[in-house]
């Protein structure tokens, strides 16, 4: 982490807490003399889907105080606000527990490959339902990779 986003980080945490939310993700990437400042953010409660309006609620703070993080300067910057996509990656308990009933493709460290639906977890653990009715308990510390599946219904 650069010291760039570590200010920035520090600058938005405690906006971000406030309004109840949890921040996921802090993304920057640079297009010539433009940033873009991706702000991932998410209800703390797993079980409580975020809105658009506690999005659009804490967009215009953080703006507000980006404006006054010094080691932005006074190069342009574009600021999105969003939730996790499905394409964001489980890595913490806290993204099973929002995605149980769902489908999960995910990698083992030694390499399996397992697709099911998460049935329940916890803090260390999740148990992933396959195709047959079979539930799999995998710790978080063997699995390298794991995403949501999109399904069309």
Do not use: C
Request: proline fraction near 5%; aromatic fraction near 4%.
């Amino acid at each position: 982490m650069t010291s760039v986003d570590s200010a920035i980080k520090e600058a938005i945490a405690p906006i971000v807490l406030e309004a109840n939310l949890f921040l996921e993700a802090l993304q920057i990437t640079t297009a010539g003399k433009h940033r873009v400042i991706r702000v991932l953010v998410d209800s703390l409660n797993p079980q409580t889907p975020l809105s658009l309006d506690e999005v659009t609620a804490v967009t215009k703070p953080i703006s507000a105080i980006l404006d006054t993080v010094a080691l932005l300067g006074d190069k342009a910057f574009t600021l999105e606000v969003s939730s996790p996509g499905v394409d964001f990656p489980l890595t913490l308990p806290r993204h099973w527990a929002k995605n149980q009933g769902r489908l999960v493709a995910l990698v083992k460290k030694s390499g399996e490959k397992v697709t099911g639906r998460i049935s329940s977890s916890d803090e260390q653990a999740v148990q992933i339902e396959s195709k047959k009715g079979d539930l799999t308990p995998l710790l978080y510390a063997d699995i390298t990779r794991a995403q949501i599946e999109i399904e069309f219904k």
